[in-house]
T-cell receptor, first 114, second 112 residues
Framework: DTAVSQTPKYLVTQMGNDKSIKCEQNLGHDTMYWYKQDSKKFLKIMFSYNNKELIINETVPNRFSPKSPDKAHLNLHINSLELGDSAVYFC?????????????FGNGTRLTVT | GQQLNQSPQSMFIQEGEDVSMNCTSSSIFNTWLWYKQDPGEGPVLLIALYKAGELTSNGRLTAQFGITRKDSFLNISASIPSDVGIYFCAGISSGSARQLTFGSGTQLTVLP
């Protein structure tokens, strides 16, 4: 199936730990994103990569570090996890940055920090 | 930063009724998108609008790009139980890096 897939779907961990979320897309897109959805369902962009190059880096703590080994993958590593990091993280992709290229989202990773 | 005001925040309707929701912005957008999110899944694109005044349908869904380029609405006709979910508007401005701004979502509940 063609899709944006991210793993794991659920991640429960303790404060202070380091964790990673992986994302892969087989849609042939060249731009990938990480979004954070908070408890009120608000979606906020965190990062965007185009052809492995960082193009959007919103005001996100530097404990969050995205890594794009190739244009089909964009992983998110989080250091020293905090309670406030608990949220659902969505990976997305699009074909270029043109306005007529809507985002395709993965099914999310629900991160719970205890 | 840019903000989208989406209303209503939630709706409870009877099956078969029509639904309308809208988004307004303080700034101009070049593209309006409407997404639906089912529980435990990511948002899925419903309709994309690229020109001011554009009216586009997708089955029972109809969306319009406002003439002022600062608003958009989504209508759902003859609602069915599977319409339940969160509907998000999203806009893309003409600024650099093609940033997509999301509305706060409308939680739709369809009662049988």
């Amino acid at each position: 199936d063609t899709a944006v897939s991210q793993t794991p779907k659920y991640l429960v961990t303790q404060m202070g730990n380091d964790k990673s979320i992986k994302c892969e897309q087989n849609l042939g897109h060249d731009t990938m994103y990480w979004y954070k959805q908070d408890s009120k369902k608000f979606l906020k962009i965190m990062f965007s990569y185009n052809n492995k190059e960082l193009i959007i880096n919103e005001t996100v703590p530097n404990r969050f570090s995205p890594k794009s080994p190739d244009k089909a993958h964009l992983n998110l590593h989080i250091n020293s996890l905090e309670l406030g990091d608990s949220a659902v993280y969505f990976c997305a992709s699009s074909l270029g940055q043109r306005a007529n290229s809507p985002l395709h989202f993965g099914n999310g990773t629900r991160l719970t920090v205890t | 930063g840019q903000q989208l005001n989406q209303s209503p925040q939630s709706m409870f309707i009877q099956e078969g009724e029509d639904v309308s929701m809208n988004c307004t912005s303080s700034s101009i957008f070049n593209t309006w998108l409407w997404y639906k999110q089912d529980p435990g899944e990511g948002p899925v694109l419903l309709i994309a609008l690229y020109k001011a005044g554009e009216l586009t349908s997708n089955g029972r869904l109809t969306a319009q790009f406002g003439i002022t380029r600062k608003d958009s609405f989504l209508n759902i006709s003859a609602s069915i139980p599977s319409d339940v979910g969160i509907y998000f508007c999203a806009g893309i401005s003409s600024g650099s890096a093609r940033q997509l701004t999301f509305g706060s979502g409308t939680q739709l509940t369809v009662l049988p």
